[in-house]
């Protein structure tokens, strides 16, 4: 098998793998936990199911519609981009951390696209169940994504005298976030620090 052959190959089996996952995941937190349960691992690490209608992390920032089609306009160019640097020759690092980008976003890509036709959206504590095609909560590409990863390593009160901040209470990490998204997430913090010079070329 030549080396293109091999990467091509690697980055199928990865997306899959990262894909399947993911879904697993999320699947197994709709149907067993109710919006909002949340479950105690340690005092910094709780799975805590909720949804969101944005970006990664829970952010909300742009029209749905349009984050839907612009995850599947990225995954198309980075699947493009990928098989383009497979041709021109990469290093492995850098296919792997490229193919983690692709394989997170398109992990959420199924539930913007599919979920909402799916599943159904009972209120707690009642938990959500496949329903047949059309029958679900939202429309065709209009579905939430499912997060359910909480870590609050750190949290305190901000002292009453600091402008601004004065006596809020602050969280690190407060972000809830899914499997794909922390694929997301390390494939680019690694391409940054250790491939940074390639996309470059």
Known sequence: MTRKNAQSLTVVLLALLVISVDQAIKIAVKTGMYMHQSIRV??????LFTENRGMAFGMEIFDKLFL???RIVAVAALIWFIAKKIRSGISWGALICLTMI????????FDCVFYGMIFNNPPAPLHAEFVSWGAGY????M???????????VEWDWPSWLP?????HFIFFS?????????????????????NKMMLR
């Open 42 to 47: 340690t005092d910094w690490f709780y799975i």
């Open 143 to 153: 579905g939430r994504v499912v997060d359910m990863f909480y870590f609050p390593l």
């Open 68 to 70: 839907t089609s612009f």
């Open 164 to 168: 601004f901040w004065g006596g809020q």
């Open 138 to 141: 939202e429309s065709l590409m």
């Open 102 to 109: 692709m394989a997170g976003a398109a992990g959420n890509i």
């Open 175 to 195: 972000p809830i976030f899914n499997f794909a998204d922390a694929s997301i997430s390390c494939g680019i913090a690694a391409l940054a620090i250790f491939y």
